[in-house]
């Protein structure tokens, strides 16, 4: 099977994949509309959601608001913003909307591409990809020309390597770690393959990658002549203002301005043109008018001619109806007298009674038979005596139209035939003007000696793939898939340039497919073997540079991530002189973790499996307020969806934080930095490590090395402090000491300062975390019913109300415990116990659990008992109970600390000696010292009931139940 074979059956096996998971659907609001770029209309929206997934740049996307339904493609995301072209114009401001995409479109269209190249033209493409033998080299002998000498004398001596090396290389890869100055690398080096007469195409996966390399570009190219005459095109849709308000980088501004001569006269023969084709228009209606005036001039006859005929028809129907009307009175007048009459008399006049009466009867018949007709006829005239008025009236209004036109049939006709001619030539000067000037656009792209734009324009855009390139550069081409990357290279001529980061986030696809992983989840540098011949200290004999000296991270910072993830490669330049160790958080040093060990907080888990902290989403929106005053940036960033949407919800409710802090998981922060990153590790207790915590940098498979790329990236954004938040505990005795971030905290060399984290939180007290918590439970906002029944899909609910009112006691029944229902209550009964309220939970031994995993009840259980709950275990115990306060009680069927997708039911009842009668029927105890059990119920009050047996009085005699 042939490479590109491959690639399109990994393509369809994504595809499939992503169709089964259907219409990505976006929640965003308050859109605005930040510029109009040519036809489209570029929106800005807050996302819900910072972390959604599949919104990937040139995507096509429906935008549906409440009144409109709109088409359009996405810019770019970055942090809680989306940006979104759209075709029509929706106003200034949007309240809410939904942005509605095929995640697919782009791999089909990627496919199809893929479809129509033939191995003999991806000869670059393949050597790319080491596929065939390439030759590589520095050009020892290149000498920067003016323009690009004040760029090229700031460089450091590995960036003159790089750019060197790809001028005199067909095949060039850079490596370039967080902050070592690629991007700039990336600009002199485009300038100077300019420079040496290249037609370059300057390609990345996102639209601000694209920007960012192209602005570094213009920093030589800005006063060369290239720059002046349009020789430079941004292609697609920019995301940085500075780019895109850029007239001399717009491909139809650039045109415009080249055919201003061909354009003014085609305004002026479409002026033109649309007179004669309003006049034409004009005279066509006169000429429509005239063929209806003859045709209603003829219906007017036609109708006249029936307006006789009719009147004639009815005219002889009434007089028929008077002569049938006298003959039957003459014939009921006849009867009367025959009947008069005697048999002798009427037989001799000849007046038969029977006769008569048929005689009478057949005019009656006659007479109605005339009426029905009658009534017709006068239907039908009142018809067409309406039909003659409303064609009169037309006429009437038509002949005052061609009064008010003056002119003559034959006139008109001729006038129309004119016109037409007119307007036949004007649209072929138009088409040829317009060809002319499509031409000096076609020509502006065949003429670009550097053309920018996105991996998916590169085969969605037919200016990009119907010419070729000198040279292509790719950069952040570590986050692409494989397939867009050499679609790319096949645009190339001569030579490429790759440029990225192997050791962070590596491209994205859902399936799990051994041809998916290969060639979608896999990079670049991977595919190439750039990865071995560096870990294989191959650097002398291989066609990558690695660029070193970063310019970004305070060194303790960059010592974190030189030696986790680096080898110790990356050194410092010269960095900003910054006063700030003693700022909080973490002062005194530049990177440090606030340890969240003596709180031991649970960490649970979504509907959807997503990962959340309740404690650690408060600590960190208390590190946001604590260093808000002197930084001016922060980013929070966490591996999982459901910690950072928790954390931004609580960022939004602080007024103060909302604009300065950027809330994302660590896939939408590639790219991107900050003075401070606050990173949260959120695992801890009551789940296992997830596997994006887990993994080397340096592991074979893909997915054993996702997660320390995550934690490359999270710890390679900050450029002056570091704050990690850790279960320290926790994590040490869970991490495999070979992963990445067991070298991160627990390096013995160089152990990270440690902070309390429960110095700045003390615990579930806080009155942050109430919030927080009722910001993942909203409280109930009606009240229980005194006495109710209730089933599992409101009990939990309710339940919590309750324990959220205790003031001084909890006691849960539950036979069996698990993590998923515990999820529910943890935080808020670890909230009651700093409060002071006693707690017990009665279960039973963890042998006795079903099929649950005994070692994990177990832990569960101590954990329970070393956060202050006191745990008493039953064996083969049932009853499900939950006691409050001695005043309320819940009982059932439900077990209230597992279970969960039943019909179980449970009762809530609010009395106090039901309770402690209950109480007293199940062995329970107010929990804490020196607090006994009142009586249930003093029997001396209950009135004497006599037995329905034997007539006698009954005595209440209280049960004792053992335990």
């Not at 600590?619 to 946001?624: E, I, P, T």
């Not at 279960?727 to 160089?750: A, G, Y």
Request: hydrophobic share 40%; with cysteine.
């Amino acid at each position: 099977m042939s490479l590109i074979q491959e690639f399109r059956e990994a393509l369809a096996i994504e595809i499939e994949e992503q169709k089964k998971r259907g219409t990505a659907r976006w929640d965003v609001r308050a859109g605005r509309l930040v510029e109009v770029r040519g036809p489209l209309f570029v929106y800005c929206f807050i996302l819900d959601d910072p972390t959604l997934a599949g919104a990937f740049d040139d995507t096509k996307v429906q935008v549906r608001t409440t009144n409109s339904d709109a088409s359009g493609h996405i810019v770019g995301v970055s942090g809680n913003q989306i940006f979104v072209a759209i075709e029509s114009n929706l106003g200034e401001y949007i309240p809410s909307a939904q942005i509605l995409a095929q995640p697919d479109y782009l791999l089909k269209c990627l496919s199809e591409r893929l479809d129509t190249l033939k191995e003999t033209s991806c000869v670059i493409a393949q050597k790319c990809l080491r596929r065939e033998r390439f030759q590589f080299h520095q050009d020892a002998t290149f000498i920067p020309g003016q323009n690009i000498s004040s760029e090229w004398e700031h460089l450091n001596d590995e960036q003159k390597t790089v750019i060197r090396q790809a001028l005199g290389s067909e095949i060039c890869y850079v490596w370039g770690p967080p902050g070592t100055g690629k991007t700039t690398t990336v600009g002199v080096a485009i300038a100077s393959m300019i420079q040496c007469g290249q037609a370059v195409l300057l390609t990345a996966n996102t639209n601000v990658a694209v920007d960012q390399a192209l602005k570094a570009c213009l920093n030589s190219l800005r006063e060369t002549e290239h720059y002046q005459d349009g020789h430079i095109l941004r292609l697609g849709t920019p995301q940085i203002p500075e780019i895109g308000d850029d007239d001399n980088l717009n491909l139809d501004k650039i045109t415009e301005r080249k055919s201003e001569p061909l354009r003014e006269q085609l305004l002026v023969l479409r002026d033109q043109l649309a007179n004669n084709e309003s006049r034409l228009k004009t005279l066509e209606a006169l000429k429509s008018d005239l063929e209806q005036w003859e045709e209603i001039k003829r219906q007017i006859t036609v109708e006249e001619t029936s307006h006789a005929e009719v009147g004639n028809t009815l005219r002889e129907l009434v007089n028929r109806d008077s002569i049938v009307s006298n003959a039957l009175q003459h014939e009921k007048e006849r009867l009367q007298k025959a009947n008069t009459m005697s048999a002798v008399a009427r037989f001799m006049r000849g007046m038969t009674i029977t006769k008569i009466e048929n005689s009478i009867s057949n005019l009656a018949s006659q007479q109605r038979d005339l009426a029905n007709r009658k009534s017709q006829t006068e239907e039908r005239l009142n018809e067409i005596v309406g039909n003659l008025g409303r064609l009169q009236s037309d006429a009437i209004q038509i002949e005052r139209r061609l009064k008010q036109a003056s002119t003559s049939p034959e006139a008109i006709n001729n006038e129309i035939a004119v016109i037409k001619t007119k307007v036949d030539d004007l649209r072929t000067e138009i088409t040829k003007l317009e060809q002319q000037i499509e031409a000096i656009r076609q020509q502006t792209i065949n003429e670009a000696v550097l053309i920018a734009t996105t991996l998916a324009r590169t085969y969605t855009m037919t200016e990009v793939y119907s010419r070729q390139f000198d040279t292509v550069v790719c950069d952040e081409a570590s986050m692409a898939p494989i397939p867009a990357v050499f679609w790319a290279c096949t645009l190339a001529t001569k030579s490429v340039t790759v440029t990225g980061d192997f050791r962070q986030l590596a491209p994205i696809a859902l399936s799990n497919d051994v041809k998916v992983k290969e060639w979608l989840r896999r990079d670049v540098y991977a595919a190439a073997g750039m990865d071995k011949d560096w870990e294989l200290e191959q650097k002398a004999n291989s066609p990558m540079v690695m660029l070193r000296t970063q310019y970004r991270m305070q060194p303790q910072i960059r010592a974190i991530v030189s030696s986790v993830f680096y080898g110790n490669q990356l050194r410092d330049g010269m960095l900003e002189e910054l006063d700030i160790e003693p700022y909080q958080p973490c002062p005194g040093v530049y990177a440090g973790v606030y340890d969240t060990s003596t709180i031991d907080p649970w960490c649970s888990w979504t509907s959807s499996y997503s990962r959340f902290n309740l404690y650690h989403a408060v600590l960190a929106v208390k590190l946001c307020q604590i260093a808000i005053r002197d930084f001016k940036n922060i980013g929070v960033i966490t591996p999982y969806r459901a910690q950072t949407r928790l954390i931004k919800v609580l960022v939004d409710m602080n007024p103060a934080l909302r604009d300065k802090v950027i809330v994302s998981n660590v896939h939408r922060f590639q790219g991107q930095e900050s003075d401070l990153i606050i990173c949260d590790l959120v695992d801890s207790t009551g789940l296992r490590i997830g596997k994006l915590l887990k993994g080397r940098i340096d592991a074979e498979d893909i997915d054993d090395r996702e997660g320390a790329r995550l934690i490359n990236v999270a710890c390679s954004r900050a450029r002056k402090k570091l704050a990690i938040i850790a279960n320290l505990s926790f994590l040490q005795s869970r991490l495999n000491k070979e992963w990445s971030l067991h070298e991160v905290l627990f390096n013995e060399s160089s152990p990270l300062p440690t902070f309390a984290a429960d110095q700045l939180v003390p615990g579930y007290s806080d009155p942050a975390v109430r919030q927080a918590r009722e910001v993942l439970w909203p409280p109930e906002t009606t009240t229980s019913a005194p006495s109710s029944l209730w089933t599992e899909d409101m009990f939990h609910s309710a339940l919590r109300n309750d324990l959220e009112n205790s003031k001084q006691f909890i006691l849960i029944m539950s036979p069996f415990v698990t993590q998923e229902r515990l999820k529910t209550y943890i935080d808020l009964l670890r909230s009651k116990i700093a409060q002071g309220i006693n707690i017990e939970v009665i279960t039973r031994p963890p042998y006795q659990q079903g099929t649950a995993d005994k070692n994990n009840i177990e832990k569960i259980l101590n954990y329970l008992g070393q956060i202050g709950i006191r745990i008493t275990q039953r064996r083969s115990m049932h009853q499900k109970v939950v006691v409050i306060d001695g005043r309320i009680v819940w009982f059932g069927s439900l077990n209230p600390l597992s279970q969960r997708n039943t019909q179980e039911l449970m009762f809530r009842l609010e009395n106090e000696d039901f309770t402690k009668q209950v109480m007293e029927e199940c062995g329970l105890q107010i929990p804490g010292e020196g607090r006994d059990l009142a009586p249930a119920i003093d029997v001396s009050k209950i009135p004497s009931r006599l037995c329905t047996g034997c007539g006698q009085k009954m005595k209440v005699i209280p049960s004792v139940m053992s335990q």
